[in-house]
Nanobody, 115 residues
Framework: QVQLVESGGGLVSPGGSLTLFCAASGSIFTTDTMGWYRQPPGKERELVARITYGGNTNYADFVKGRFTISRDNLKKAVYLQMNNLEPEDTAVYYC?????????WGQGTQVTVSS
C-alpha cells in the first residue's frame, strides 16, 4: 500500500513561483511513475506532469517551459517547481503514483494564483 502526502500549496501573485512536494510511504518500485495532476474549479482533473523512476518526463502543453517535475527515489519524493504562475493555474494539485494499472492519490493541495 502506498500513501502520498502533498505540501507546498498556497496563495501566490501572478508571475510568482511555488514548489509542491509529495512524499510517498511504503515501497516504491522501479516501474512506478509519479506525477502531478490538477483539478481547476468546476473542471475535471487533468495531467500536469509525470516522471518515471529513471527520470523520463512528460508535461501537459499548458505548462511547458514554466513547470519542472523532479524526483528523488531515495527519499521517495516528487517535486513540482512552478514558475510564472497564471490565474488559470488555480486548482487543487494532486500527487499521483501509477503502478501498473493502479493509481494512488494524495489528498491534494490548493494553489491559488491571484492578485
Amino acid at each position: 500500500q502506498v500513501q502520498l502526502v502533498e505540501s507546498g500549496g498556497g496563495l501566490v501573485s501572478p508571475g510568482g513561483s511555488l514548489t509542491l512536494f509529495c512524499a510517498a510511504s511504503g515501497s516504491i518500485f522501479t516501474t512506478d511513475t509519479m506525477g502531478w495532476y490538477r483539478q481547476p474549479p468546476g473542471k475535471e482533473r487533468e495531467l500536469v506532469a509525470r516522471i518515471t523512476y529513471g527520470g523520463n518526463t512528460n508535461y501537459a502543453d499548458f505548462v511547458k517551459g514554466r513547470f519542472t517535475i523532479s524526483r528523488d527515489n531515495l527519499k521517495k519524493a516528487v517535486y513540482l517547481q512552478m514558475n510564472n504562475l497564471e490565474p488559470e493555474d488555480t486548482a487543487v494539485y494532486y500527487c499521483n503514483l501509477q503502478r501498473q494499472r493502479r493509481n494512488y492519490w494524495g489528498q491534494g493541495t490548493q494553489v491559488t494564483v491571484s492578485s
